[in-house]
């Protein structure tokens, strides 16, 4: 992705961009009232509102509840929602909150091999199955907006960092989308490339705002050395 040596701001987490709507951005979820989300019990024995149908978001060591993934590595009908500030939790009585907290592994910024690619980025560390690794940040901007820059960079010969979030509702058929611009604003998520044979993917985790993240989780044991890499058509 990093074909032309373009400069950006880094940031540490997604930031309002040009045509999305406040209110959306601005929208809060209900904090739940639990003493400790490890059970995902609430203090009345009842299951976390945060976590909700799902029981059980994470393992309790940063990594996925494999359970409820599918063959391709797609969730099982309930989204992923994290407890936030305004929860009764805490984050040394909660295991659900695993992508605000992160990434939890060390990184490194190098210059590929195949002049196409330019940089990359490759971990520092082993990463088991499962674990987070690193959010795909950026601005989040209108689907409009999008368009107009495709067409844009595209007449400059330019690469548009931008990444379609899709998210399927129950029936299959109806599709939202969330737009990550990382052109000017971003973290090392955009040093990642392209790969068909990927060892990361991606899911939309949100953190009491209804706009999701773009988390990027290990889809197999990743060593020390390897470069990473997600799949660029299944987002």
């Known amino acids: 992705?990093?074909?032309?040596?373009?400069?950006?701001?880094?940031?540490?987490d997604n930031i309002p961009g040009k045509g999305l709507d406040l209110a959306i951005w601005n929208s809060c979820y209900e904090g739940c009232e639990c003493l400790s989300c490890f059970a995902g019990e609430s203090q009345n024995n009842k299951i976390c509102i945060c976590e909700g149908k799902n029981m059980s978001n994470f393992d309790g060591q940063n990594r996925l509840n494999v359970d409820y993934l599918d063959e391709n590595w797609n969730l099982n009908l309930f989204p992923i929602n994290e407890c936030h500030s305004e929860c009764l939790c805490t984050d040394d009585l909660c295991a659900?909150?695993?992508?605000?907290?992160?990434?939890?592994?060390?990184?490194?910024?190098?210059?590929?091999?195949n002049r196409l690619k330019g940089k990359g980025l490759k971990t520092r560390d082993f990463i088991p199955m499962g674990s987070f690794v690193i959010e795909y940040m950026g601005e989040i901007i209108s689907l409009d907006e999008a368009k107009n820059l495709i067409e844009i960079r595209s007449n400059q010969f330019e690469p548009n960092y931008?990444?379609?979030?899709?998210?399927?509702?129950?029936?299959?058929?109806?599709?939202?989308?969330?737009?990550i611009d990382a052109r000017n604003y971003s973290n090392l998520g955009r040093y990642i490339n392209h790969s068909c044979e990927p060892n990361l993917f991606i899911l939309p985790v949100r953190i009491e705002s209804v706009v999701p993240?773009?988390?990027?989780?290990?889809?197999?044991?990743?060593?020390a050395g390897e470069e990473l890499s997600y799949d660029y058509n299944g987002t």
């Open 162 to 179: 931008i990444m379609f979030l899709k998210e399927y509702y129950s029936n299959k058929k109806s599709m939202a989308n969330t737009v």
């Open 96 to 113: 659900n909150r695993v992508v605000q907290n992160g990434p939890y592994f060390n990184f490194e910024v190098f210059t590929c091999e």
């Open 213 to 223: 993240h773009a988390a990027l989780f290990s889809q197999r044991d990743i060593f």
């Open 1 to 12: 992705m990093e074909s032309k040596n373009i400069p950006f701001i880094e940031i540490f």
